[in-house]
């Protein structure tokens, strides 16, 4: 079995457990070889509520990669900042099957740090 596939299998289990409603959306984080991606979800309604990504013109860097440990803990930090401006202060962290070091924990600390509760 492959690791993408282990991902995926590890997801589906999260997500049996894990649910965004309106009063608690969920933070999904995803990161591909590239990219991180970070999407604050109420789930009841279907709904992105405050997003950010790596691939966004003002959050990108000059090098080729942007996934590292750095990036994810500016993104963190950002679509915390973005949350609070929609007064969403309390979320569901969703780790989308990744394990919790490294650039997961990262994001996680610096979303802690501006001012999400989880």
Known sequence: METIDRIKIRHQRIRQR??????????????SG??????V??????KTVAA?????????????????????AKLGALVAERSLQKN???VVFDRGGFSYHGKVKALAD?????????
């Open 88 to 90: 969403i202060k309390a």
């Open 34 to 39: 590239r990219h991180i991606y970070a999407q």
């Open 41 to 46: 979800i109420d789930d009841s309604l279907g």
């Open 110 to 118: 610096a979303a802690r740090a501006g001012g999400l509760e989880f």
């Open 52 to 72: 950010a990504s790596t691939v966004e013109s003002s959050v990108k860097g000059n090098r080729r990669t942007n996934a590292n440990v750095t990036m994810a």
């Open 18 to 31: 894990v649910t965004g409603t309106a009063k608690r959306p969920r933070l999904a984080v995803h990161f």
